[in-house]
C-alpha cells in the first residue's frame, strides 16, 4: 500500500513561534500534494497544496517547501497563534488511470501555547 | 454556497445492524470519495463515485460494505451487519471534476459507534 510518512506525531508551539510538520513519500507517481487542517469534531479543511513542478508555495503564514529529489515536503506555520491548534495532516494524491484519491499521512496533533 | 453535507452526524448500532451514511456533494460537483479515519489515525481511502458509476472501489472491505451514487440523491455508504471494528469516523469528500488539483473537499463526517 501506498504511504505518505508524517513527522512529528505532535508538537507544541510557544506562540508566535514557528510550527514545522514533515511528509515523506515513495511513490514517485505521486503529482499533487495538499494539506489539511482538522479541528476536533469536524471534518479536514484544505489549507493549502502544492505540484511538484514547484518547490515552495506561500499563502500567508502558511508555507509548503517541497523537494522532489527527496520525495520530502513540509508545512512550515508562520508566527503560529492558538487558533492553529489542530491537528495536521499531509496528503499525496496519484493521478492513474482511474485513481483519484488522496493517501493521507497519519497527522500532526499542532498545540501553540498562549 | 452550502458545503458538503452529510448526516447522519452521530449514528450508533448494534452488532448485526446495518448503518446507512449520507453524503450530499457540494452544488456542481459530480465526484465523491468516501473515507473512514479511525482514532488517532490518518483518513484511508475507501472508494470513489461519480453519478451512478463506481469507478474506485479499491480501498471498500470486500465484505458488508457498498455504496452508490444515484442518478438522483445523495451518495449512500451502506454497511451490513456491522460489527464493533466498524466504529470509526466515516468521511465524505466531493470534487467538482477528476482533472488539474481536482481539489478534495470533505464533510463534516458520521461517527459511527457499534456497541
Known amino acids: 500500500q501506498q504511504q505518505v510518512k508524517q513527522s512529528p506525531q505532535s508538537l507544541i508551539v510557544q506562540k508566535g513561534g514557528i510550527s514545522i510538520i514533515n511528509c515523506a513519500y515513495e511513490?514517485?507517481?505521486?503529482?499533487?500534494f495538499p494539506w489539511y487542517q482538522q479541528f476536533p469534531g469536524k471534518g479536514p479543511a484544505l489549507l493549502i497544496a502544492?505540484?511538484?513542478?514547484?518547490s515552495e508555495k506561500k499563502e500567508g503564514r502558511f508555507t509548503i517547501s517541497f523537494n522532489k529529489s527527496a520525495k520530502q515536503f513540509s508545512l512550515h506555520i508562520m508566527d503560529s497563534q492558538p487558533g492553529d491548534s489542530a491537528t495536521y495532516f499531509c496528503?499525496?494524491?496519484?493521478?492513474?488511470?482511474?485513481?483519484?484519491?488522496?493517501?493521507f499521512g497519519s497527522g500532526t496533533q499542532l498545540t501553540v501555547l498562549p | 454556497n452550502a458545503g458538503v453535507m452529510q448526516n447522519p452526524r452521530h449514528l450508533v448500532r448494534r452488532r448485526g445492524q446495518e448503518a446507512r451514511l449520507r453524503c450530499s456533494p457540494m452544488?456542481?460537483?459530480?465526484?465523491v470519495y468516501w473515507y473512514r479515519q479511525l482514532p488517532e489515525e490518518g483518513l484511508k481511502f475507501m472508494v470513489y463515485?461519480?453519478?451512478?458509476?463506481?469507478?474506485?472501489e479499491s480501498g471498500m472491505p470486500k465484505e458488508r460494505f457498498s455504496a452508490e451514487f444515484p442518478k438522483e440523491g445523495p451518495s449512500i455508504l451502506r454497511i451490513q451487519q456491522v460489527v464493533r471494528g466498524d466504529s470509526a469516523a466515516y468521511f465524505c469528500?466531493?470534487?467538482?471534476?477528476?482533472?488539474?488539483?481536482?481539489?478534495?473537499?470533505f464533510g463534516p463526517g458520521t461517527r459511527l459507534t457499534v456497541l
Open positions: 469528500a466531493s470534487s467538482p471534476t477528476s482533472g488539474g488539483n481536482n481539489e478534495q473537499f
Open positions: 511513490n514517485t507517481a505521486f503529482d499533487y
Open positions: 463515485l461519480q453519478k451512478e458509476n463506481i469507478i474506485d
Open positions: 452544488k456542481g460537483h459530480s465526484h
Open positions: 496528503a499525496a494524491r496519484e493521478y492513474s488511470g482511474s485513481a483519484r484519491q488522496l493517501t
Open positions: 502544492i505540484r511538484p513542478d514547484v
